[in-house]
């Protein structure tokens, strides 16, 4: 079997430079082509354009736009792409009202040049610790300089009219490497754990001391990351087979699978929000009516309210998320460890701790 090639995809108004530390890096083990959008009319135009100058098995990293592009790759020829990496993105369409900001930044462009533009849309997307960076910002400064008012029309257009990632996230069986600054205030941390618990096959890192450009505020950060998503899955590019007889493998350990993925979204989607000061200070308020905006079966609000974590495990809830129950009403560690390990809380002292 030939060797992948890495692509790289950057986002809007971003060329190679989005990219070039990365690059530096892997173009010492493997292929590495940074692609080239700036001529894209659409995010599906774009992803076929890719696949068609990329032949053969493709190891697919996009950032931004560019990570909505991989996705479209990936719903366009699962077959050929068998890994994937999200980095500071969304899955979402176009948002209520979006268009009419977007014409705001494709206006000022064009009536006062790409230099205004740099001025006005790069500081937001970086970590405000960053913005003293003369080397990093001239570097987004002069690559912003590099397009010009047409190619951020096209991109901005192509954004409006992306398509719904979210309807086929599910579908995606490749590892996937979610990544995304700390201080993203464009695609937040919160959007990566929605991604998270929907993708079948994913790991999320989030990059601290950095903002939307993640891959050049941390660059180092986000080479490792990466670093993990190609050695740690290199050995097979299929999911492990999560049949019956697999299961049994691990006694006494409910598998997060893609089966319990689906059947506990809504549980675990209610629980990442609880990441919101907002939602916490409304989960306390009122438990049955915060429970209530996600649609939760009266056995899911049943076991989130007894905060039986057996049980919310079973009705596929996963740790990472369920775990920020506990800090509204703190629980015991070893309490939600017996519960993962499906075991009553003092044989789990006894036989794991060993403690009686």
């Known amino acids: ?160 009219g992306r398509p719904d990632a979210a309807a086929y996230l599910g579908t995606i069986t490749c590892p996937v490497l979610l990544a995304v600054g700390r201080y993203d205030k464009w695609s937040p941390v919160a959007q990566h754990e929605e991604m998270l618990a929907l993708l079948p096959d994913a790991r999320l890192v989030i990059i ?46 409910p598998l997060f699978d893609r089966e319990a993925n689906l059947r506990g979204y809504r549980m675990n989607k209610m629980a990442m929000d609880l990441g919101r000061a907002e939602n916490r200070e409304a989960f306390k308020a009122d438990e049955d009516a915060y429970l209530g905006r996600y649609g939760l079966s009266d056995e899911e609000k049943a076991a989130v309210k007894a905060r039986d974590w057996h049980e919310m495990v079973r009705l596929g809830g996963n740790l990472f998320f369920i775990l920020k129950i506990s800090a509204i009403d703190p629980t015991p560690m070893s309490r939600i460890g017996a519960a993962q390990a499906g075991m009553d809380h003092d044989a789990f002292l006894a036989q794991r701790l060993g403690k009686v």
């Not at 100058?53 to 699962?78: D, K, N, T």
């Not at 912003?144 to 096209?154: G, I, K, S, T």
């Not at 450009?213 to 097979?236: C, I, Y």
């Not at 087979?241 to 006494?252: F, N």
């Open 208 to 253: 601290e001391d950095a903002g939307h450009f993640a891959p050049l505020e941390q660059p180092e950060a986000v080479t490792a990351a990466m670093g993990m998503w190609m050695a740690g899955w290199q050995k097979e590019d299929k999911m492990p087979d999560t049949s019956e007889v697999d299961k049994q493998a691990l006694p006494e350990t």
């Open 1 to 160: 079997m030939s060797q992948p090639t890495l692509v790289l995809v950057p986002g809007l108004l971003c060329d190679s430079f989005a990219w070039h530390k990365q690059a530096e890096v892997f173009d010492k083990d493997m292929p590495v082509s940074i692609a080239d959008v700036s001529a894209g009319l659409s995010i599906t135009g774009m992803a076929e354009d890719i696949l068609f100058r990329h032949p053969g098995a493709l190891w697919v990293a996009g950032h931004s736009m560019g990570a909505r592009i991989a996705l479209e790759m990936v719903r366009l020829s699962p077959e050929r792409v068998a890994k994937l990496a999200l980095i500071d993105t969304g899955i979402h369409p176009r948002r209520k009202g979006e268009e009419i900001k977007r014409q705001e930044m494709v206006d000022l462009a064009h009536s006062e040049g790409m230099s205004a533009l740099a001025v006005r849309w790069l500081p937001p997307m970086v970590d405000e610790a960053h913005h003293g960076d003369q080397v990093l910002m001239g570097g987004l400064t002069e690559m912003v300089l590099r397009a010009n008012p047409e190619q951020h029309e096209r991109q901005i257009e192509a954004l409006l």
